[in-house]
């Protein structure tokens, strides 16, 4: 779900300064890299050792939280700023793409101004908050909270070093101090109308979350901070509040222990492509269906549909079934275009199969039960699966597609005895949460541990399992974690100031009053988190909307796991809709496909998928029927 779509820079400044700033930058992130990675390790094994002492010999560890909360905060920071430093974040580049490469350049120096400036501005507010937090002590642990606070702002200082080495590194003078003119003129003009902006109301909310907003998510900021820098201009022209209280929010929105299931799931994800779990599980799949018309694409469905289940990640899901299956699927003659595009429309429909990282963020943040929702997205994701495998069925009527040779009994039996292990996870995971067993923060590290075993008895029997890869591939979870946990502690700020304001009573006000009930909120719900997707990102769309929109939802009497589950499905949609949904591009990157060739082959997928949610919008059954 979260893909790196910044270019990397063109090249690197000769002088002695920038040669200078690239080794001491990367030697302070090899070593933030390898604290990160250990936090994640010490994080599983403390979570799987807290399941095995509670709920099997009854001993629970009252400590284990506490310190998996502190631990966590500084996860989040440590594996931000390694986001920041490999072009990880999320962000749109779809407009800036559109322009020269010198005009690229320039934009992508802006970025790294305004990241700066973000950064450099709560630095001290960061150290005040974390000073403030000394006095608290908790309460198993009996350790001063501030300790914990400290991660904002080391990391903030981190993201300032890396702005301005990569500035320094990759940037050409004449663009920073252009970009720094850019930034202090529309730093200055917000200042001097200040007080003409105040009078204004709430209709000064559209100069910072509509223009100011707007124009950094266009310029290619990444959208964190780009909500960070709009946030920030809010509280220091308008709101009559200290700007720590961004800290604050930043702190309170990231330091969820149930988000600590992000990361968790991130390197389960990992695990299930070095260990060749997804791959066992495709073999079995396509050793029962591939001699079927199509049937390779209906193998591509269900891999989407059981891996989904297992790491809750689009893009590692993507991963991990794509390659194995797309070049079979090629021989046999089929559109290398119309497979990115099923591939994508596999995407948008499986957000909301446990354990999605997006059911956990909404679950966090809007506090709905994510075991609820984990009950209630199976249905909804089914339906839409049988539905795109009917459009396949009818495409492969008139297509020239070949099929796999019919496999054997004995083979069919062989590939199942390997997959089995694959089959039983996602039970395991769900059985988990459901019963009891593990929380939904952690179920991942029973998932890991399962995984971890799986992978020592292949590497024993068959070899093959790829240990030079773990020490990367951590790190890749770690940064992509970081990057989804910084948004959602920056959109908190965000929508805090958003409440602050009155807005978010005006919104539930209007959205309560829209003509046609329930079937026209239902209607304009599903139409702006379609748009959302598009251009925030999924889970950016979610942490900052969900909690404003869900008090109109409970108003109408809406079941909040049903609106939800709605809502997920349609930001899906958004995600992988062309010409901005970044999971689009994403598809399109791992098939190695032009994206321009691809979006013909989108509109008949999504147009199915946006009926087929409709019918779930309004169809509570599917949704909360098994709740």
């Known amino acids: ?33 390898l604290l ?9 094994t403390l979570l799987f050792t807290g399941v095995i002492f509670r709920y099997f010999l009854h001993k629970p560890i009252i400590w284990s939280d506490e310190l998996a909360q502190s631990v966590f905060i500084w996860l989040c920071m440590f594996g931000a700023a390694l ?11 779809a407009v800036v793409a559109r322009f020269s490469q010198r005009a690229q350049a320039w934009f992508e120096t802006l970025g790294l101004v305004i990241i700066l400036t973000f950064a450099v501005y709560l630095i001290g507010p960061g150290f005040h908050h974390a000073s403030g937090q000394m006095i608290v002590t908790s309460p198993a642990l009996n350790i001063p909270d501030g300790y914990r606070a400290l991660a904002i702002p080391v990391g903030l200082c981190l993201f300032a070093f890396i702005a301005l080495s990569h500035l320094l590194a990759y940037s050409r003078w004449l663009d920073i101090l252009t970009s720094c003119l850019a930034v202090a003129i529309v730093g200055y003009a917000l200042w001097y109308f200040a007080d003409f902006l105040y009078d204004l109301d709430n209709l000064n909310l559209i100069v910072f979350f509509v223009i100011v907003l707007g124009a950094c998510v266009m310029c290619g900021v990444p959208i964190a901070f780009s909500f960070g820098i709009a946030t920030l201009a809010y509280i220091v022209n308008i709101a009559e509040v200290p700007p720590s209280i961004v800290v604050t929010r930043i702190d309170e929105g990231a330091s969820h222990l149930v988000l600590l299931a992000v990361p968790l799931f991130v390197v389960l994800g990992v695990l299930l492509q070095i260990s060749g779990m997804a791959r066992k599980l495709i ?70 199969i446990p354990p999605s990282l997006v059911l956990i963020t909404i679950g966090a943040v809007c ?20 539905a795109i495998a009917l459009v396949c069925y009818l495409k492969s009527r008139s297509a020239q597609q070949g099929t796999l040779k019919r496999a054997a009994a004995a083979e069919i039996g062989r590939t199942f005895l390997w997959a089995l292990p694959v089959l039983i996870l996602p039970v395991i995971i769900r059985v988990c949460v459901v019963e009891g067993v593990a929380t939904a923060t952690e179920v991942a590290s029973i998932g890991i541990v399962y995984v971890i075993i799986y992978a020592v008895i292949l590497q024993i029997l068959a070899g093959g399992v790829e240990t030079s890869r773990i020490y990367p591939m951590l790190v890749e979870a770690t940064s992509l974690s970081g990057a989804i946990l910084l948004i959602i502690g920056v959109a908190t700020a965000m929508a805090w100031a958003l409440t602050q304001s009155g807005f978010s009573t005006t919104l539930v006000d209007f959205m309560t009053h829209i003509p046609g009930g329930v079937f026209g909120f239902m209607t304009v719900s ?17 942490v900052l909307f969900g909690p404003l929109i869900f008090p109109a939802a409970q108003a109408l009497h809406i079941h909040e796991v049903h609106y939800a589950i709605v809502i997920i499905l349609a930001m899906g949609i958004g995600l992988f809709a062309p010409p901005l949904g970044v999971g689009f591009y994403s598809a399109s990157a791992i098939s190695k496909v032009n994206p321009d060739r691809v979006i013909p082959k989108m509109w008949l ?21 098994f709740l």
Not at 292 to 304: P, Q
């Open 1 to 33: 779900m979260n893909v790196s779509i910044a270019s990397q820079p063109a090249g690197v400044n000769t002088h002695l300064l920038s040669r200078s700033v690239v080794v001491i930058k990367t030697a302070v992130l090899k070593l933030v890299a």
């Open 36 to 44: 990160a990675v250990l936090m994640l390790v010490f994080e599983s």
């Open 83 to 93: 986001a920041l430093d490999r072009h990880e974040h999320m962000r749109l580049t």
């Open 283 to 352: 073999d079995f799949m396509s050793s029962v269906l591939g001699h079927i018309r199509g049937g390779l694409n209906y193998v591509l469905l269900g891999a989407m549909f059981l891996v989904s289940g297992i790491s809750g990640s689009k893009v590692a899901d993507m991963a991990a079934v794509a390659p194995a299956l797309f070049p079979e699927m090629k021989r046999k003659g089929a559109d290398e275009n119309d497979l990115a595009a099923l591939l994508s429309a596999t995407g948008a429909m499986t957000e909301t």
């Open 367 to 386: 506090g709905v039960s994510i075991s609820a929702l984990f009950i209630g997205g199976l249905v909804p994701a089914l339906v839409c699966t049988l």
């Open 526 to 542: 599903i139409i702006l988190f379609v748009l959302l997707g598009s251009v925030l990102e999924g889970i950016p769309a979610i």
């Open 605 to 625: 997928y999504l147009a199915v998928l946006l009926v087929m949610t409709f019918v779930i919008a309004f169809v509570p059954w599917f949704s909360i029927g």
